[in-house]
């Protein structure tokens, strides 16, 4: 089993940065495309930034110019650079990774526990 393990959410105040980090843990397992999703009050799970194995990227409309996705390959975790922060980037924000178990050849998404994070205007 592969766990995902975020960090870096917070309070900020519009126009802030935060960076998130998310880590991945276990045994005999690769990693596929790594994603950030977003989720806020009476609202549905949305993506945020993507990025695949070999470093190519996407973002949601509402956060390009501002959010830098990137990751550390040989050190299994991505992450989110968010700057200019706005009230509506309140959210609690999940990690999703594309997981290969290498010993049995499953492929699952795994998700994490989600961090918060809150942009005071």
């Known amino acids: 089993q592969v766990q995902l393990v975020e960090s870096g959410g917070g309070l900020v105040q519009a126009g802030g940065s935060l960076r998130l980090s998310c880590a991945a843990s276990?045994?005999?397992?690769?990693?596929?495309?790594m994603g950030w999703y977003r989720q806020a009050p009476g609202s549905q799970r949305e993506l945020v930034a993507s990025?695949?194995?070999?470093?190519?990227?996407n973002y949601a409309d509402s956060v390009k110019g501002r959010f830098t996705i990137s990751r550390d390959n040989a050190k299994n975790t991505v992450y989110l650079q968010m700057n200019n922060l706005k009230p509506e980037d309140t959210a609690v924000y999940y990690c999703?990774?594309?997981?290969?178990?290498?010993?049995?050849?499953?492929?699952?998404?795994?998700w994490g526990q989600g961090t918060q994070v809150t942009v005071s205007s």
């Open positions: 999703k990774a594309g997981i290969t178990i290498l010993t049995i050849a499953l492929v699952y998404d795994a």
């Open positions: 990025i695949t194995s070999g470093g190519s990227t």
């Open positions: 276990g045994r005999l397992f690769s990693i596929n495309a």
